[in-house]
């Protein structure tokens, strides 16, 4: 089995900044990745998502404009770079790696990490 590794979650006030960084330990043929995120009490949603060949990218209306979701030119990490943070987004951020038809349906992909907490505060 293949690993993905989070890492960049933290605490941070309202409006401040964080980038969530995921690795792949060992090549994945498979076409896509994204984040998701999943809060107490509330179903995993996706956030944002990436075609790995051609980095075509796909966003939640939550995180357009706010978060950029990005890839190395190895295609083994994947940023998500969040600003102007909200209260909201307060949830643990997971990474995702699959072939999917639809990019943020969680149940589209085969292999995640184990996620990182982000919390926002006011």
């Known amino acids: 089995q293949g690993q993905l590794v989070e890492s960049g979650g933290g605490s941070v006030q309202v409006g401040g900044s964080l980038r969530l960084s995921c690795t792949a330990s060992?090549?994945?043929?498979?076409?896509?990745m994204a984040w998701f995120r999943q809060a107490p009490g509330k179903e995993r949603e996706g956030v944002a998502a990436?075609?790995?060949?051609?980095?075509?990218?796909f966003y939640a209306d939550s995180a357009k404009g706010r978060f950029t979701i990005a890839r190395d030119n190895a295609k083994t990490t994947v940023y998500l770079q969040m600003n102007r943070l909200r209260p909201e987004d307060t949830a643990m951020y997971y990474c995702?790696?699959?072939?999917?038809?639809?990019?943020?349906?969680?149940?589209?992909?085969?292999?995640w990490g184990q996620g990182t907490q982000v919390t926002v505060s006011s």
């Open positions: 990436i075609r790995l060949a051609g980095g075509d990218t």
């Open positions: 060992r090549a994945y043929y498979l076409n896509s």
């Open positions: 995702a790696a699959g072939s999917p038809e639809w990019l943020l349906r969680a149940s589209e992909y085969n292999y």
